[in-house]
């Protein structure tokens, strides 16, 4: 699915907000020509029936793009808190009321030639309306590619590196050029890694499993909640272990989880159907309990969820404290 953005829409930019059409880089910028950003993708869940937009686990998301642009020496100066708070004020701003998708992208800004990298760093965060990414209510076909995951001694793709992703890129889109709906990518041991963009479990003899963080996949934030709904409502415990390639053509059932694609069920596997080719129970199940959780409809979880229209920001908490202490 790709989303034309409204340029219309606001979008933090230079340190300040504006809309998205005033928002521009030189073609010089280094990361255009080297890849040298980090990006990271946030969800907002829409819920009608409290007519509140949840942003979820959005200081989780910015901790981890702190940490992967750490990797690139990339300084982003401002913490997950007030990046969130940026979050709130753009989505407000927007007046959205619908499903929302936060791309975060920090970047090495110079405008000059030359691939080694200095100081120069910018960041961005835009936001846009998001439907459904793959088909999740119907499941989907997904082809092992011929593309292999790229080594964390190359580019490391437990972060959201943006020159990384000519490696999902071309594995996507040779995937849908073949008829798939989805890649799978190998990595070079030729064990499971993961999706194109996205993390996958499989359930096979009852045991949810999928590959370690050590076997060249993203660190993925659905792959932790998806890990915790398991454990803690499904009594479920996750095993990390190495998948290898014939098991997905016997296992019970196989989903990819990521914040585009939430958890998409996988029902037919190179051209071979996952089990009797219907999404399985614990793959609706923890659908389910995905779907409740970031709509705000468990409390347990709220604390994954930033209400927009509800809360104060901490700037404005700041006012409202200050203005109640100079009164007393
Ligand atoms: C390569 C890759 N793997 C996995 C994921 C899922 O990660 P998350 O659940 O944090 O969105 C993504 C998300 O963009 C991704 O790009």
Redesign the pocket.
Known sequence: MHVEADQNLICYFDGRYMQLRDAHVGILTHALHYGTGVFE?IRAHWDDAQRELFVLRSED?YE?WKKNCGILRIEIPASPEELTDITVEILRRNGFQTNVYVRPLAYKCAERIGVSTDDQDAFAIVALPFGEYLAADKGIHAGVSSWRRIDDNAIP?RA?ICGA?VN?AVASADARLSGFDEAILLNENGHVA??????IFMVRNGKLITPPVTEN???????DSVMRLAAWELNMETIERPIDRSELYMCDELFF????VAITPIVRVDHRPVKDGLIGEVTRRLQQLYFDATRGHLEVYRNWLTPIYQTQTRNEQDVVLQAATAAV
Request: hydrophobic share 20%.
């Open positions: 993708g998301h981890r793709p959201k992703y999902s993961e999706g194109a963009t996205c993390n996949v993203l660190e993925g934030i659905t792959r989880t990521g914040t585009a």
